[in-house]
């Protein structure tokens, strides 16, 4: 039997190459491999405010970029979170196996609560919300980037725990992080992560960004003062840039260093934003195909959460059996 995957993605703020090269693109690489199941986390998004209008809107770009970027229907369900009760349910159930002590230590929760003017308990308990993802559809591998690391560890706890008392219930997930690209940089700034809820202009190139709009961003990208076009850790801004281009033009980093060697900044950049629109290209006209019929969309996701639903609901009677309710 094959293994089974799930993996989660916020239809929030526009979706950029990081989390295609650190998650997505993986996703379709794998997709024969595994049996596969791709969330659309709308409950997550609403952890902060979100407009209503846009974030319906956003789901549905958001599946058509999956769809775009290689994901088949045939072989992989895509599906919207909260069509399927099952999550926020078993969240509730989760919550109560789920010491407080062990969300407080959630890097990401403390860098996501500096941003906000009122701190939802929603954004607090957001990765038991994932946990519940991930432990409903008994995956194997989560793969996810390196930002998501420590919240598929607490999934892992969750399960454990829960398991110790009521025996085995859930499957143990694993998370499954790419060697190169799991934690792709900010252009503007590569200390921080590539970010959707970043601001800056400059800041990531999104998934449909016209050519153009790329080239600026690279042209403005973070760099440093020094020559040499090297994979060197010390010097994020190149490092960052460097990476990317290996992402997309798939050559080695030897070759890519004696490629450019002798060579300027400003040709890095050029020849990087070349590769980068390259590769979007056939993801955009794909998403322009697929996207020109939105009824398609509908049915996709509605035929999606009717194929996901059994198996949550299968894993959620068990717990509820297990702790006594219903
Ligand atoms: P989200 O929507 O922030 O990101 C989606 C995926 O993209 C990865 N990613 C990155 N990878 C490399 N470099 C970056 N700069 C970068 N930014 C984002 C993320 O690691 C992620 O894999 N909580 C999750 C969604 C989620 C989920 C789940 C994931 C909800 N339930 C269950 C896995 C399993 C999130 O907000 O991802």
């Known amino acids: 039997m094959k293994k089974r995957v799930l993996s989660g993605i916020q239809?929030?703020?526009?979706i950029h190459i990081g989390n295609y090269l650190g998650a997505m693109q993986h996703w379709v690489a794998s997709q024969d491999e595994y049996d596969n199941f791709f969330c659309i986390v709308d409950l997550h998004s609403i952890t902060v405010p979100q407009d209503v209008k846009q974030l319906r809107a956003?789901?549905?770009e958001l599946a058509?970029?999956?769809?775009?970027?290689?994901?088949?229907?045939?072989?992989?369900?895509?599906?919207?979170?909260?069509?399927?009760?099952?999550h926020a349910e078993l969240t509730w159930i989760l919550n109560c196996f789920t010491p407080i002590g062990w969300l407080q230590?959630?890097?990401q929760f403390k860098d996501k609560s500096e941003k906000q003017e009122v701190i939802s308990t929603g954004l607090f308990d957001y990765p038991v919300l994932m946990t519940a993802d991930i432990l409903l559809y008994n995956a194997d591998y989560v793969p996810v980037g390196e930002d998501q690391k420590q919240h598929v560890e607490l999934s892992r706890d969750i399960a454990i725990r829960f398991n110790s008392i009521y025996g085995k219930v859930f499957k143990i997930p694993e998370a499954l992080i790419p060697k190169v690209g799991a934690r792709i940089m900010g252009l503007d700034d590569p200390t921080r992560k590539m970010s959707k809820s970043e601001a800056g202009q400059g800041h990531a190139i999104n998934l449909l960004d016209p050519p153009n709009v790329i080239t600026n961003k690279i042209k403005r990208a973070a760099t440093d003062s020094q020559r040499d076009i090297l994979f060197d850790k010390n010097r994020p801004g190149v490092y960052n840039l460097l990476t990317i281009y290996e992402l997309f033009s798939k050559m080695s980093r030897p070759k890519i260093e004696s490629h450019f060697s002798g060579k300027g900044y400003s040709d890095l950049k050029?020849?990087?934003?070349?590769?980068?629109?390259?590769?979007?290209?056939?993801?955009?006209e794909r998403y322009k195909e697929i996207t020109s019929d939105p009824s398609y969309i509908e049915t996709l996701l509605k035929s999606g959460a009717d194929k996901a639903r059994p198996f949550a609901e299968?894993?959620?009677n068990k717990v509820m059996d297990k702790v006594g309710l219903g």
């Open 11 to 14: 239809p929030t703020g526009n």
């Open 58 to 60: 956003k789901v549905r």
């Open 64 to 86: 058509g970029i999956l769809l775009a970027i290689g994901i088949d229907p045939e072989k992989s369900t895509i599906f919207v979170q909260s069509n399927i009760s099952a």
């Open 105 to 107: 230590r959630m890097t």
């Open 270 to 284: 050029k020849e990087l934003a070349e590769v980068v629109i390259e590769g979007l290209r056939p993801i955009q």
């Open 314 to 316: 299968s894993v959620l």
